[in-house]
């Protein structure tokens, strides 16, 4: 069964601090994988798309990893700022088209000042 | 500005009524999307649409309908059948050929059953 799970479930962190986000995935075939950052109450955002082949992506200070070998990601955000705040969701595509997206369940960033 | 624009915000149904959510959308995207989100789950496909006057049901269709009559437009109905129907529902677009393209996601309609 395709999934991915995410980890933390949640997470408190003080304002400047870095922290790190993961996600596993078991979906296959595997064409990409996609983090979103999803205020509450408002629709997700794209904050990185990688492909099998791309290992390191940044946007700013998120920096997404991805080791199609161990089927793992992590999004590393750097010096956070409360506008951070948010659920971060990674979802993976199980094929090339979007209607075989599977989206994991999030980790909920809380930025404390 | 491009975008994707859901009405209503919130929304509140007796059971035993439908009701319509409306979706529209300016990025001249052929692909539209209806999602699920509850919480604690990923987002869960409804039905989608990449062509105008074409659907296919997603994963979780039953209790919903759509329709496509023009591009811009992928409005969803959740009918009575709908057992569960209190969710946050998003509708999203993108260009049906480019798979690692963006897929853009309105901001979303929370509807609550009274």
């Known amino acids: 069964k395709n999934q991915v799970e995410q980890s933390p479930q949640s997470l408190i962190i003080l304002e400047g601090k870095n922290c790190t986000l993961q996600c596993n995935y078991t979906v296959s075939p595997f064409s990409n994988l996609r983090w979103y950052k999803q205020d509450t109450g408002r629709g997700p955002v794209s904050l990185t798309i990688m492909t099998f082949s791309e290992n390191t992506k940044s946007n700013g200070r998120y920096t997404a990893t991805l080791d199609a070998d161990t089927k793992q990601s992590s999004l590393h955000i750097t010096a956070s700022q409360l506008s951070d705040s948010a659920s971060y969701i990674c979802?993976?595509?199980?094929?090339?088209?979007?209607?075989?997206?599977?989206f994991g369940t999030g980790t909920r960033l809380l930025v404390s000042p | 500005d491009g975008g994707i624009t859901q009405s209503p915000k919130y929304l509140f149904r007796k059971e035993g009524q439908n009701v319509t959510l409306s979706c529209e959308q300016n990025l001249n995207h052929d692909a539209m999307y209806w999602y699920r989100q509850d919480p604690g789950q990923g987002l869960r496909l409804i039905y989608y649409?990449?062509?105008?006057?074409?659907?296919q049901k997603g994963d979780i269709a039953e209790g919903y309908s759509v329709s496509r009559e023009k591009k811009e437009s992928f409005p969803l109905t959740v009918t009575s059948a709908q057992k569960n129907p209190t969710a946050f529902y998003l509708c999203?677009?993108?260009?049906?050929?480019?798979?690692?393209?963006?897929?853009?996601f309105g901001e979303g309609s929370r509807l609550t059953v009274l």
């Open positions: 979802v993976v595509s199980a094929s090339r088209s979007f209607q075989k997206l599977v």
């Open positions: 999203a677009s993108s260009i049906v050929t480019d798979f690692t393209g963006e897929l853009f």
């Open positions: 649409s990449q062509i105008v006057n074409d659907f």
